[in-house]
């Protein structure tokens, strides 16, 4: 089993020129578990563990391909919580049950090792531990594929969440700030992707003339999209459709921050198996290929982000991926950047300049026609916003779109490319899809 | 209503000593002449460590942008709630910035572009931190 930090599968730098494996490698399959709240502590079944063996063994069978066959498998293994606890902590009872939860491992934390244990994954040559988030996780398959590090290569991203108030354990409930966190905890910022856009939007909306609340009909149309995702957590627990008096009536979180700017957590798990294009079409599905994928860490100049950097890091994230996939703004069909706060992904759009959209357009249109079967299908999938922070619903749909299988979410444009990213302005990653693989 | 108490360490301790003497520091480039705020173990433009030295600086700065505080997960500062979080720029070098409560200034009430100033605020007993106030 390898090691990620020998290996140096990242394309996070300018000026890499086209992606040396683009069209040969394929995402073959996709499975989706169930979609929680939260795991209830006592349903077996429904464990972060179970919920990923599910995953894996849908995308398996969705690309028609053996536990024999698969070679790799990336895992990330750290639950979504990090360091600040909560709600999505480990869970760590005592005793623990019988095998194969008879440590965290398989409840509330998953890795590749577990998963090829349970799953009985004997021919796995690529395992890597320390993996990153989804966004990175593709980038790191599609290239693991292409350099003929494994050939059939399981991506898994289970995201946890137990009872209680999200993240309110751990280092949010410590009265000193350790750290990085001594230069932003005493004043409140607990960190994260919210107080990373916060600021710069409000400059955005100074800047370029706006309100917070024109963010209204990109955040119901998430809530609509999310409703056609026949898997996602609205769609599969009854959640009505959002409305625009929903909306600006909803209590802030960072004022002007709204509760429908945010998220929902859930407990879930989602699968994607990436093979070679030359594998992929003798698989069940049709291929989708991998036209490039890209990574940036761009680094602050201070303690809080603005404006300004923001534009500069999605400007330098847009030109790396349209770069190596060889295309550019007007090429992009399917355009699923992430959403896990509302207010970021007028940076992604107008960085991308999907559909002609420049700086200062995003909110402009918002207001016009962004629904799917319209002519600008903004976030076809739903996004996190949509269907739950599972952070996968864009890869998803993208793959859906592609294929033409996205049933009541399927676009009446043309779907021959896709772009999907989990990220945030500062760190992630994106990849391209194509119907297509030149 | 308490804030979270900083825990120095080898890198910022030279800060907040400082901090606690009621003067603000911030590092210098001396290759780039740049100032840097967090202190970092190296310049993060020439990465050169050595060039890197402390200076106190004038504690005059401007408010960049606001956000208020009614829903954090910060246990301790939940009391506080709503409370301003300000972005202030320093006068002598604009791309460094701060986070400030704006004591004394309401929340809500906050006028971006303010002039402000820097205050030292007692969190623990001997352990200020740097805040900001708007100068009349």
Redesign the interface.
């Known amino acids: 089993m390898s090691a990620p930090d020998r290996y140096q599968w990242r394309r996070d730098k300018d000026g890499l020129g086209v992606w040396e494996h683009r069209g040969k490698v394929a995402v073959a399959g996709f499975g989706h578990s169930p979609v929680d709240r939260r795991w209830d502590e006592v349903s077996m079944d429904q464990t972060l563990g179970a919920y990923s063996i599910l995953a894996c063994r849908k995308a398996m069978e969705e690309a028609g391909v053996m536990p024999d066959q698969i070679d790799g498998v990336i895992c990330c293994d750290s639950h979504i919580a990090g360091g ?1 606890g ?1 709600s999505a902590s480990q869970w760590a009872p005592r005793p623990y049950f019988a095998p194969p939860y008879d440590s965290e491992w398989g409840l509330t934390l998953i890795n590749a090792q577990w998963l090829v244990e349970q799953m009985g994954l004997t021919n796995v040559k690529f395992a890597p531990t320390g993996v990153p988030t989804i966004s990175e996780m593709v980038g790191m398959a599609a290239q693991a594929v292409g350099d003929g590090v494994c050939s059939t290569c399981l991506v898994i991203y289970p995201t946890g969440n137990l009872e209680g108030r ?3 354990g751990g280092e ?19 960190g994260g992707n919210d107080f990373i856009n ?3 939007h ?2 955005y909306c ?1 800047k370029y003339g706006g309100q917070h609340d024109d963010l209204a009909p990109f955040v119901v149309n998430q809530h609509r999209n999310g409703l056609l995702t026949p898997w996602g957590y609205n769609a599969t627990h009854n959640v009505s459709q959002l409305t625009i008096e929903d909306y600006v009536n909803s ?7 709204r509760l429908w700017d945010c998220d929902r957590p859930v407990n879930a798990s989602t699968a994607y198996l990436f093979t070679t294009a030359e594998r992929a079409r003798d698989m069940k599905q049709p291929p989708v290929y991998v036209l490039n994928h890209s990574q940036h860490n761009f ?1 602050k ?4 982000e ?1 404006l300004d950097e923001i534009e500069a890091w999605t400007d330098r994230a847009a030109r790396r991926m349209y770069e190596g996939a060889g295309l550019g703004p007007s090429d992009v069909d399917v355009f699923n950047p992430y959403d896990g706060y509302a207010p970021m992904t007028q940076f992604f759009l107008e960085g991308f300049q999907w559909h002609g959209v420049k700086r200062g357009d995003a909110f402009a249109f918002y207001a016009g026609d962004i629904r799917v079967e319209g002519p600008h299908p903004l976030c076809s999938s739903g996004g996190n916003l949509g269907t739950g922070r599972l952070r996968t619903a864009m890869y998803t749909d993208s793959i859906e779109q592609l294929r033409g299988t996205a049933g009541a979410r399927q676009v009446t444009v043309r779907a021959e490319t896709a772009l999907a990213a989990f990220t945030t302005p500062s760190s992630g990653g994106w990849i391209m899809f194509g119907k297509h693989p030149s | 209503m ?8 080898s890198l ?1 301790k030279p800060f907040w000593d400082a901090v606690n003497q009621r003067r603000l520091v911030v590092q210098h480039c001396a290759q780039c002449d740049r100032l ?3 202190p970092q173990q190296a310049c ?1 433009v020439c990465n050169s460590a050595a060039a890197l030295s402390w200076q106190e600086v004038e504690g005059r700065g401007h408010i ?14 939940m009391p ?1 709630q ?2 301003n ?1 300000a ?1 202030v720029t320093l006068d002598a070098d604009p ?7 704006l004591p004394g200034t309401p929340p ?1 009430k906050v006028r ?1 572009g303010a002039a402000v100033e820097v205050t030292f605020e007692e ?1 623990a007993p001997n352990q200020f ?1 740097h805040e900001w106030r708007v100068v009349a």
């Not at chain 1, 100049?301 to 809080?304: A, L």
């Open positions: 600040s909560g999200y993240r309110r949010n409930a410590d009265d000193y700030a350790r750290g990085a966190r001594q230069w932003t905890a005493p004043w409140g910022n607990h916060m600021f710069p409000e400059q100074r209590r802030y979180i960072l004022n002007p921050l680094r100049r201070s303690t809080q603005d | 308490p804030k979270l108490i900083p825990a120095p360490d910022s840097q705020y967090p993060q960049a942008a606001y956000i208020v505080i009614e829903d954090g997960r910060l246990n301790r500062r506080d709503p409370y979080l972005m791309r460094v910035n701060f986070y400030s409560n809500y971006v969190v931190i």
